[in-house]
């Protein structure tokens, strides 16, 4: 959870742009693997860390 902790204060961070984002999503990425193999799949957890990552995921996109 602090992985995702982390990840989701990154991409907070509305002032580091397109770098920070990239960063949010590789953590995000990290963080939902390790609540997988922990809490496996289907825990709310998992899915709080999915609906920010997508959401990461395509800002980096537009970016």
Sequence with gaps: LHIYTL???MWNDIEGGKEVIKEA???LNI?????EI???EGNMVLENVK???EMAEKECERE
Excluded: M, N, W
């Excluded at 963080?31 to 609540?35: G, P, R, T, Y």
């Design 7 to 9: 990840g989701k204060c």
């Design 25 to 27: 999503v590789e953590i």
């Design 31 to 35: 963080s939902k693997k390790l609540i």
């Design 38 to 40: 922990t809490h496996g």
């Design 51 to 53: 609906g920010l990552l």
